[in-house]
């Protein structure tokens, strides 16, 4: 997954939607759970079904639901099955086997042991914490700089300010950029064994790191 920064828009404020669209984050998180009072949720679940009716948003959306034990979680499954490009946020989760069950039950597998195996096989996206830093050049520079260091790649976001200094956070390098415009014409997606590039004898390893960046910079538009 190429995304940099994850947007939270509270599900109970229609208002916001539209303005979704301008913000520049990389992917959109409508949450029914936190950000949403238990007496709005019905009306949210409404709000967002009905906004997801009349528009076709060009940007990436997912839903942070409420627990399948929730008295809406019928609504929530339904609104997903209706429209199956978004993606899920659960709830917190207390134990690995709570979180197969939620997922199986928002996405409708019956296989856990498959919707985990794929999770392993792709990677699982490191995404941090929210900051309360809302005009983004407070404490942000320094808990962005701290989530690169440990090897996240993404961030969650609560402010529209603070979508641009993650966004910037956890774009490539120039060097990265140059190297990926320069293999652009060379790798293969179903590159196999090694591959030598100019003097260099490249491992599979490397080369499947050098695909991942490729994908992540043409998501972008960093290289065409």
Known sequence: MADRSYHFIPASKP???????????????????????????????CDLRAWLEGNSPKFRIMVRVNHPQHPLADQ?????????????VLPKVESASQMKDWVRFYTGNSGSREVMALIMEHGIPAIDSISLDLRGDGTLPEELAAARSAGLTAKFSIHPHQIDP???????????????????????TDQRGYLRLGGEIVSPPKIKRLQRLQKYLQSHEFIQ
Request: contains cysteine; aromatic residues 8%; negative net charge.
């Open 15 to 45: 208002i916001l939607f539209d303005r979704a669209a301008t913000l520049g984050a990389d992917c959109y998180i409508f949450d029914l759970e936190d950000a949403v009072a238990a007496d709005q949720k019905a009306a949210a679940i």
């Open 76 to 88: 929530e499954q339904a609104l997903l099955s209706d429209f199956p490009r978004l993606g899920v």
């Open 166 to 188: 993650i966004n910037r956070s956890f774009s490539p390098s120039a060097e990265m950029l140059a190297l990926a415009a320069k293999l652009s014409g060379q790798l293969k």
